[in-house]
């Protein structure tokens, strides 16, 4: 079956430290793959997809098919940065998201 | 431009009565989701309709209904609630499947 993971449940960093959240999927083929992010009291908004090689909010995502990870790092985190993020691979099959379980990140001051 | 709108955004409900959630998006898009979110379970797609016309089961559709009323909306359902259907439902849209998501802001629905 197709899964993604999430190891971590909770990140806590300091600011201006570097930040990475875990992604691992295991998916056959090659899924386009995306982060999301929830900060507190807002909607679920897509923060960056892997095709795209942007760098959004200082965020970016190197996709690893080796390792089939696709981390996403940061190499100064802000408080602001604080909130829900979720990794989502696209299963090319059904063109469905696959959403793994979240990693809540607080960066302290 | 609101965006994808969803209502209502609380709601208590007793065990066995039925209730509809609305979504609308006023984007244009083609294709329309609904997913719950569970403590530790990240988001499981319910419904979802990949164009007018259409609705297919996602992860976990049993207990549900869904009706795309035309292109801007798409209603979720619950015809006997269940408090294991005590959640959060987020409806979403997308230009066409396999594009980025557009997500409403949630409704937070407990069944007791």
């Known amino acids: ?109 | 431009n609101a965006g994808v709108t969803q209502t209502p955004k609380f709601q208590v409900l007793k065990t066995g009565q039925s209730m509809t959630l609305q979504c609308a998006q006023d984007m244009n898009h083609n294709s329309m989701y609904w997913y719950r979110q569970d403590p530790g379970m990240g988001l499981r797609l319910i419904y979802y309709s990949a164009s007018e016309g259409t609705t297919d089961k996602g992860e976990v559709p049993n207990g549900y209904n869904v009706s795309r009323l035309n292109k801007r909306e798409f209603s979720l359902r619950l015809e006997s609630a269940a408090p294991s259907q005590t959640s959060v439902y987020f409806c979403a849209s997308s230009e066409q499947e396999g594009f980025g998501y557009t997500f409403g802001s949630g409704t937070r629905l407990t069944v007791v």
Request: with cysteine.
């Open chain 1, 1 to 109: 079956a197709q899964r993604v993971t999430q190891p971590e449940k909770l990140l806590s960093v300091f600011k201006g430290a570097p930040v990475e959240l875990k992604c691992n999927y295991s998916y056959s083929g090659s899924p386009e793959l995306f982060w999301y992010v929830q900060y507190s009291r807002q909607r679920l908004q897509l923060l960056l997809r892997h095709i795209s090689r942007e760098s959004i909010k200082g965020f970016t995502a190197d996709l690893n098919k080796g390792e089939t990870s696709f981390h996403l790092k940061k190499p100064f985190a802000q408080e602001e940065d604080s909130a829900m993020y979720y990794c989502a691979p696209l299963d090319s099959g059904t063109y469905k998201y696959i959403f793994g379980t979240g990693t809540r990140l607080k960066v302290l001051a």
